[in-house]
Each structure stands twice: as structure tokens, then as C-alpha cells.
Nanobody, 114 residues
């Protein structure tokens, strides 16, 4: 069955960096666009970044443009989110999602705090 497993979250100071990973299994990873979403306490889940199946096209929420980079390795069936210049308002649970079908990982907590 489809499985998505996020990792790489943690506690980081403002201005710091983290790299999230999402390992995929149970489907032909290279055939699907993938996305990262996040949900902060008391807020709705929101899209953060997306990447096409081959990796040639990416998109970002305005709030993370210039700071976050989405990428993928179709050999390793993994999608990444490099997060730089982190802000307190980036604190959230981060989820990866397969763009077709309602498939989500369980999420990884990112906390930005001094």
C-alpha cells in the first residue's frame, strides 16, 4: 500500500536550517507530483511547496519563497524540503502528500524558537 514517511524535523533557532525528507513506497514514485504541506497549531493545513513528477517544475507559497527549496530523488523515492532562514512562524507539523489521491504521511514537527 502507499506509504509516506517524513523525517528530519526538530527544534531550531530562528535563522537556522532544517532538511525534511519524505520516503515513499507502494507506488511508482517517479510518476507522481508531490507536495509539502504544514499545519500550525490552531490553523488549517496549508500548501508549502510542490514538485512535478520529473522534478523540473516547482512551486512555493509566498511565505516561503526564497527560503525553502523542494527537490526529489526518483531513484531513492524521496522528496526533500530544504528550509533555510527559518522563522518562528514556520513552526508547524510538516506533511508530504502525493498529489493524486488522498495520501499523506504522518508528519514531522518543526519548531522554530530561541
Amino acid at each position: 500500500q502507499v506509504q509516506l514517511v517524513e523525517s528530519g524535523g526538530g527544534l531550531v533557532q530562528p535563522g537556522g536550517s532544517l532538511r525534511l525528507s519524505c520516503g515513499a513506497s507502494g507506488f511508482a514514485f517517479g510518476a507522481y507530483a508531490m507536495s509539502w504541506y504544514r499545519q500550525a497549531p490552531g490553523k488549517e493545513r496549508e500548501p508549502v511547496a510542490g514538485i512535478s513528477a520529473a522534478g523540473g517544475t516547482t512551486s512555493y507559497a509566498d511565505s516561503v519563497k526564497g527560503r525553502f527549496t523542494i527537490s526529489r530523488d526518483n531513484v531513492k523515492s524521496t522528496v526533500y524540503l530544504q528550509m533555510n532562514s527559518l522563522k518562528v512562524e514556520d513552526t508547524a507539523v510538516y506533511y508530504c502528500k502525493r498529489n493524486r489521491g488522498d495520501y499523506w504521511g504522518r508528519g514531522t514537527q518543526v519548531t522554530v524558537s530561541s
